[in-house]
């Protein structure tokens, strides 16, 4: 969307005080093949699956969905969201499909339709690179950042309950609470293992993934609404298979985790 | 909805608590420093206005969130690195001490140079004349605007929920996010405001009259 | 160490992202202005009930913080089958939020108009609707215009808030770019510069406005 059309669609709002409802976003798959886009939503603060470079939107995410949105026959539209704000907006069809990375949880599964797993959310620590960590139960008394409203926050929650006491503390973005682990306020960062690995091999001078994992292992999949979004779930996941069927899926997972790795084929347990 | 209550009601009780500790101390704590900066400005050496002058503009003519980020993220870097809760005071202090200084500045400037001048002649100290003198006769005409200001200062405490401040926006959106619910949690934190709001207005004006009383007393 | 290279390189991509807080706080003040009259009209209306619906707006829109009016537009009006774009739900209830602060700058101007005038106006035969547009309202938004100007200056620092509906303007491009260069404090105090400096040209250019109108 260009500046000068998204002024005429402020105009448009301004004008008519808005008193319509949207017609530009779909409902459904049919909608969205007739109308020939997608608009698709995610936090562009979460790197290596979604950020923002010189102020243009890149990462795994981003990537992977170009190629979806090719194997559906339409052009995707981005929208960068605080993540408290996507799966609210999803429900209300302020777009069509949520790009961010959600946790597979049997809660949301209940609310939402996901898409099958598109990378490894297990969560792990990590620490400034003179850390005293070695590994994760050191947590113990400690003050942790975790980005807030998640299901690592849950997960660290419980795993604080579990080994006797952690401090937690929410942020915005994970962006957010790395530069507070940098200020010396955290002694640590809970996240999804992609995510820490990323972060610790962009910057191995201040950073180190703590090892193993604490969590217990979970994925990482896209989300529609349920029931209306149930048919693109699964055209996404035809999508996904012929992604991975012709080796674009690993070369993508090469060039943003640094190596390639099997995702389930099915819906895993939740 | 029993289940909810039972859930969050204690986290948002102890977001109201934030809220309303962060609005108090900020508030209290920016008009100290605002009022400091305007005896500073008034009766202090002359190099100071500028400096003085900066610091108004700066703080005024800038965003309170950005305020805050330079202050939670950057201050660090220069050594200076304050948990969430008092650099959120400190923040709303800053932020405060500007406003409040322009309107002191007001109040001061409508006292009637004579009333000094009789104070001075009759041999009053500076201390004395302000405090005795100039404080009171300001009050009655800046209150009005520092009520005001105070009033929006409550709602820019939202604001520390972006640096973890566990207030009350931050306690709704955790909510939010592990509920799916969204409509009754806005609702619940704009009757909040609107209700806070109301009563910091009819407080100030209560004392508003307080103040104003020996002038309606003559009329 | 400071690091003026960082800003020097991302100043051009902070700049950019500026034309949305100035789209929206524009835009926010005349669709303040434009409702500000109707609803300061309302406070003025000899009808009791019009007086009531005009005074709980104004207490409503200040009394809850624009950051929660946002969120509300965004989540609230679908939920009662308006959806609106982002940046229409930004612009709307920005200047939702201006109006209740301008009906009472025009209020407060239109109290400092002499009675007389309206008085003479209706009685060479002025409809009272051309009274209130030809007669008052413009020597309103004249003796309001250091308050105007100020709720503008208001406005575009208030705009940093719209990030939470989805836009990508000073603030939230700011947030993205420390993020990626780890550089906060330069990228913050950059963007508080460019705030700043678009706030002093707006106070001046009130203040040439000002002068002109008087003279």
């Given at each position: 969307?260009?500046?000068?059309?998204?002024?005429?669609?402020?105009?448009?709002?301004?004008?008519?005080?808005?008193?319509?409802?949207?017609?530009?976003?779909?409902?459904?798959?049919?909608?969205?093949?007739?109308?020939?886009?997608?608009?698709?939503?995610?936090?562009?603060?979460?790197?290596?699956?979604?950020?923002?470079?010189?102020?243009?939107?890149?990462?795994?995410?981003?990537?992977?969905?170009?190629?979806?949105?090719?194997?559906?026959?339409?052009?995707?539209?981005?929208?960068?969201?605080?993540?408290?704000?996507?799966?609210?907006?999803?429900?209300?069809?302020?777009?069509?499909?949520?790009?961010?990375?959600?946790?597979?949880?049997?809660?949301?599964?209940?609310?939402?339709?996901?898409?099958?797993?598109?990378?490894?959310?297990?969560?792990?620590?990590?620490?400034?690179?003179?850390?005293?960590?070695?590994?994760?139960?050191?947590?113990?008394?400690?003050?942790?950042?975790?980005?807030?409203?998640?299901?690592?926050?849950?997960?660290?929650?419980?795993?604080?309950?579990?080994?006797?006491?952690?401090?937690?503390?929410?942020?915005?973005?994970?962006?957010?609470?790395?530069?507070?682990?940098?200020?010396?306020?955290?002694?640590?960062?809970?996240?999804?293992?992609?995510?820490?690995?990323?972060?610790?091999?962009?910057?191995?001078?201040?950073?180190?993934?703590?090892?193993?994992?604490?969590?217990?292992?979970?994925?990482?999949?896209?989300?529609?609404?349920?029931?209306?979004?149930?048919?693109?779930?699964?055209?996404?996941?035809?999508?996904?298979?012929?992604?991975?069927?012709?080796?674009?899926?690993?070369?993508?997972?090469?060039?943003?985790?640094?190596?390639?790795?099997?995702?389930?084929?099915?819906?895993?347990?939740? | 909805?029993?289940?909810?209550?039972?859930?969050?009601?204690?986290?948002?009780?102890?977001?109201?608590?934030?809220?309303?500790?962060?609005?108090?101390?900020?508030?209290?704590?920016?008009?100290?420093?605002?009022?400091?900066?305007?005896?500073?400005?008034?009766?202090?050496?002359?190099?100071?206005?500028?400096?003085?002058?900066?610091?108004?503009?700066?703080?005024?003519?800038?965003?309170?969130?950005?305020?805050?980020?330079?202050?939670?993220?950057?201050?660090?870097?220069?050594?200076?690195?304050?948990?969430?809760?008092?650099?959120?005071?400190?923040?709303?202090?800053?932020?405060?001490?500007?406003?409040?200084?322009?309107?002191?500045?007001?109040?001061?400037?409508?006292?009637?140079?004579?009333?000094?001048?009789?104070?001075?002649?009759?041999?009053?100290?500076?201390?004395?004349?302000?405090?005795?003198?100039?404080?009171?006769?300001?009050?009655?005409?800046?209150?009005?605007?520092?009520?005001?200001?105070?009033?929006?200062?409550?709602?820019?405490?939202?604001?520390?929920?972006?640096?973890?401040?566990?207030?009350?926006?931050?306690?709704?959106?955790?909510?939010?996010?592990?509920?799916?619910?969204?409509?009754?949690?806005?609702?619940?934190?704009?009757?909040?405001?609107?209700?806070?709001?109301?009563?910091?207005?009819?407080?100030?004006?209560?004392?508003?009259?307080?103040?104003?009383?020996?002038?309606?007393?003559?009329? | 160490?400071?690091?003026?290279?960082?800003?020097?390189?991302?100043?051009?991509?902070?700049?950019?992202?500026?034309?949305?807080?100035?789209?929206?706080?524009?835009?926010?003040?005349?669709?303040?202005?434009?409702?500000?009259?109707?609803?300061?009209?309302?406070?003025?209306?000899?009808?009791?009930?019009?007086?009531?619906?005009?005074?709980?707006?104004?207490?409503?829109?200040?009394?809850?913080?624009?950051?929660?009016?946002?969120?509300?537009?965004?989540?609230?009006?679908?939920?009662?089958?308006?959806?609106?774009?982002?940046?229409?739900?930004?612009?709307?209830?920005?200047?939702?939020?201006?109006?209740?602060?301008?009906?009472?700058?025009?209020?407060?101007?239109?109290?400092?108009?002499?009675?007389?005038?309206?008085?003479?106006?209706?009685?060479?035969?002025?409809?009272?609707?051309d009274v209130w547009i030809r007669i008052l309202l413009p020597q309103a938004l004249k003796i309001g215009l250091p308050a105007i100007v100020n709720e503008l200056i208001l406005l575009v620092k208030a705009s940093s808030l719209v990030t939470v509906v989805g836009i990508v303007e000073i603030t939230r491009m700011s947030q993205s770019i420390a993020a990626a260069t780890y550089r906060p404090l330069e990228i913050y105090l950059a963007a508080a510069f460019i705030y700043l400096v678009i706030n002093l040209v707006i106070a001046q250019a009130g203040r040439m406005l000002e002068?002109?109108?008087?003279?």
């Amino acid at each position: 969307m260009t500046f000068y059309t998204t002024v005429k669609s402020a105009l448009l709002g301004l004008g008519a005080l808005a008193f319509t409802t949207s017609a530009v976003l779909a409902d459904d798959l049919a909608d969205i093949k007739a109308a020939g886009k997608i608009v698709v939503a995610t936090e562009m603060h979460y790197a290596p699956f979604d950020m923002l470079e010189n102020g243009e939107y890149v990462g795994f995410d981003r990537d992977l969905f170009d190629e979806i949105a090719k194997e559906l026959g339409v052009t995707p539209e981005y929208l960068d969201l605080p993540w408290t704000s996507i799966l609210p907006g999803l429900e209300v069809n302020k777009f069509d499909f949520v790009l961010a990375p959600v946790t597979m949880t049997a809660e949301r599964a209940e609310r939402y339709s996901f898409t099958l797993p598109i990378a490894d959310a297990t969560v792990a620590f990590v620490q400034r690179k003179d850390g005293k960590m070695t590994g994760p139960e050191d947590a113990k008394g400690m003050t942790v950042g975790v980005q807030k409203g998640t299901a690592q926050e849950k997960q660290l929650e419980a795993y604080g309950e579990k080994i006797g006491g952690i401090t937690v503390k929410g942020y915005g973005t994970p962006d957010e609470a790395y530069a507070d682990l940098m200020t010396g306020r955290l002694d640590a960062v809970a996240g999804s293992a992609p995510l820490l690995s990323y972060l610790a091999n962009t910057r191995p001078d201040n950073f180190a993934v703590v090892t193993p994992p604490f969590g217990t292992p979970t994925y990482f999949g896209f989300v529609a609404r349920k029931g209306d979004g149930d048919t693109l779930v699964a055209a996404v996941n035809d999508a996904l298979e012929a992604i991975k069927a012709d080796g674009r899926m690993a070369a993508m997972q090469e060039k943003w985790f640094g190596m390639a790795t099997e995702l389930p084929a099915t819906m895993p347990e939740l | 909805m029993t289940e909810i209550i039972q859930r969050y009601g204690p986290d948002l009780l102890t977001g109201f608590g934030y809220t309303i500790l962060s609005w108090a101390l900020g508030t209290l704590l920016g008009l100290v420093l605002g009022f400091m900066i305007e005896i500073a400005r008034r009766f202090g050496p002359a190099f100071l206005r500028y400096p003085i002058r900066a610091y108004v503009e700066f703080v005024r003519g800038t965003p309170f969130l950005v305020q805050l980020f330079v202050l939670y993220y950057g201050g660090p870097l220069i050594g200076l690195r304050l948990d969430a809760l008092p650099a959120g005071i400190l923040g709303l202090t800053i932020y405060g001490s500007a406003y409040f200084t322009e309107i002191l500045r007001a109040g001061f400037d409508a006292v009637p140079v004579g009333q000094v001048e009789a104070a001075r002649a009759i041999g009053f100290r500076n201390t004395t004349i302000i405090t005795r003198i100039m404080v009171p006769v300001m009050m009655v005409s800046a209150l009005p605007a520092l009520v005001n200001f105070a009033i929006i200062l409550t709602k820019e405490t939202v604001i520390l929920s972006m640096i973890t401040v566990p207030e009350i926006m931050f306690q709704t959106q955790t909510m939010m996010s592990e509920t799916f619910a969204f409509v009754a949690p806005i609702l619940i934190l704009a009757l909040f405001f609107w209700g806070f709001v109301e009563l910091i207005s009819r407080f100030g004006r209560r004392l508003e009259r307080r103040f104003t009383h020996y002038l309606l007393d003559r009329s | 160490m400071f690091s003026f290279q960082t800003i020097v390189e991302n100043f051009p991509v902070l700049l950019g992202s500026a034309r949305y807080t100035l789209l929206i706080s524009v835009l926010g003040c005349i669709e303040g202005l434009i409702l500000g009259a109707v609803i300061c009209a309302a406070a003025l209306s000899n009808k009791r009930w019009m007086r009531r619906i005009a005074a709980l707006y104004v207490s409503f829109f200040r009394g809850v913080p624009l950051l929660i009016q946002l969120l509300a537009a965004y989540y609230l009006l679908p939920v009662i089958g308006i959806n609106v774009p982002a940046l229409a739900a930004a612009v709307l209830t920005v200047g939702l939020c201006a109006a209740a602060y301008l009906s009472e700058v025009l209020r407060g101007s239109l109290n400092a108009i002499p009675q007389g005038q309206a008085e003479a106006a209706a009685a060479i035969g002025m409809a009272p609707r051309d009274v209130w547009i030809r007669i008052l309202l413009p020597q309103a938004l004249k003796i309001g215009l250091p308050a105007i100007v100020n709720e503008l200056i208001l406005l575009v620092k208030a705009s940093s808030l719209v990030t939470v509906v989805g836009i990508v303007e000073i603030t939230r491009m700011s947030q993205s770019i420390a993020a990626a260069t780890y550089r906060p404090l330069e990228i913050y105090l950059a963007a508080a510069f460019i705030y700043l400096v678009i706030n002093l040209v707006i106070a001046q250019a009130g203040r040439m406005l000002e002068r002109r109108l008087t003279v």
